[in-house]
């Protein structure tokens, strides 16, 4: 059985930075895509970021995109989001999420492509 279990969300100012970790057991998915959603009070699930196997491949959200780094350490089975410059609408609970096999490129944007999920850590950005 897979588990990924996320860490480092809290509460943060406007302009502040944060990173999220999330550590991978029970299966190495070295080969796989890797991925963070969010979602925030009321709205849909949507996707952040993602990862190939190499950790050279990485998709955003335009929404994101310039502020978020998001990169994988397959030795720890590990993956970050490097999230700076918060703003109050990067609020949500954020997750991290696995593919259980290899998908190209554009599936790693895509919720149902992935197989396995973490619990969910909160990111607070206050005004």
């Known amino acids: 059985q897979v588990q990924l279990v996320e860490s480092g969300g809290g509460l943060v100012q406007a302009g502040g930075s944060l990173t999220l970790s999330c550590t991978a057991s029970?299966?190495?998915?070295?080969?796989?895509?890797r991925g963070w959603f969010r979602q925030a009070p009321g709205k849909e699930r949507e996707f952040v970021a993602a990862?190939?196997?190499?950790?050279?491949?990485?998709n955003y959200a335009d929404s994101v995109k310039g502020r978020f780094t998001i990169s994988r350490d397959n030795s720890k089975n590990t993956v970050y989001l490097q999230m700076n410059s918060l703003k109050p609408e990067d609020t949500a609970v954020y997750y991290c999420?696995?593919?259980?096999?290899?998908?190209?490129?554009?599936?790693?944007?895509?919720?149902?492509?992935?197989?396995?999920w973490g619990q969910g850590t909160q990111v607070t950005v206050s005004s």
């Open positions: 999420a696995a593919q259980g096999k290899s998908y190209d490129y554009n599936w790693r944007k895509v919720e149902s492509k992935y197989d396995y």
């Open positions: 029970g299966r190495t998915f070295i080969s796989y895509g």
């Open positions: 990862v190939g196997w190499t950790g050279g491949a990485t």
